[in-house]
């Protein structure tokens, strides 16, 4: 928790689910948070949650596929609190379909959001966290990075690229910026509301019988964080203790 006070810790996909979770988590343990997602609205009104618990805060209106916006969210939480500590990139879709339903402009938004959202984060913020010396990367996989399932094909695809992206990030960076990747197992969240595809639905219906709640995975982020500077929490796959998945 001491390693947590005070560090400056960004969140894409802020407006609901595990970001509003961990935004909540972080604020509460003295992180100063900054907040990114389409829905301004959920964010004003999480922010003043936030401060009305005395904690400290920002926001911004952010779309992740777009390159620019989040160069621009990074440097509001610069030019708020004077520096970055910690990026989370959170935002994700996943609007599951068979392969042969043909749904590409749902396959395409998942790479957009899912791989290139991350990518742009991580050319935001590493540059920053290199001249600092010091900076932590947390990329949101899933379950989904490890075992593919009928449906989730593209959906699974691109958070096995979230694991390689990490891990060669990881490597590369050597010692001045920390890289974890969590990976939830069936959570709480709004994410199935995207699925479109009536067969992706039942599918969806059937997995969540079991899951655990955003806060869950805020826990295993604030844990990840608080590690001396030394230690690096390189990967973390949370789930419900019931699901076979």
């Known amino acids: 928790m001491l390693n947590i006070q005070g560090k400056v810790v960004a ?59 989040v160069q621009a969210f990074v440097e509001h939480a610069v030019a708020t609190f004077g520096r970055i500590d910690v ?49 932590q990367i947390i990329n949101l996989a899933s379950i989904g990075a490890y075992a593919v399932s009928p449906t989730a094909a593209v959906y699974c695809a691109t958070k096995f690229a979230v694991r390689a992206i990490s891990e060669g990030l990881r490597q590369e960076v050597g010692a001045a910026v920390r890289v974890t990747v969590i990976s939830p197992g069936v959570t709480e969240s709004e994410l199935a509301d995207s699925i479109s595809d009536p067969g992706g639905r039942d599918e969806m219906k059937a997995f969540r019988k079991v899951a655990i709640p955003a806060e869950a995975i805020a826990r295993a982020i604030a844990y990840a964080v608080e590690q001396p500077d030394d230690v690096d929490v390189s990967e973390l796959i949370v789930r419900p203790t019931a699901s076979p998945y």
């Open 11 to 69: 969140i894409t996909g802020a407006s609901s689910g595990i970001g509003e979770a961990t935004a909540r988590l972080l604020a509460s343990r003295g992180a100063r948070v900054v907040l990114g997602a389409r829905r301004t609205d959920r964010l004003e009104t999480l922010a003043a949650d936030i401060k009305a618990a005395e904690g400290e805060v920002a926001y911004r209106a952010l779309d992740v596929t777009q390159r620019e916006q």
């Open 87 to 135: 990026l989370v990139n959170n935002a994700g879709v996943m609007p599951l379909s068979r392969l042969d339903a043909l749904k590409v402009d749902e396959w395409d938004r998942m790479i957009d959001v899912n791989v290139r959202g991350v990518l742009h984060g991580i050319a935001a913020v590493l540059p920053r966290m290199q001249q600092q010396g010091s900076g």
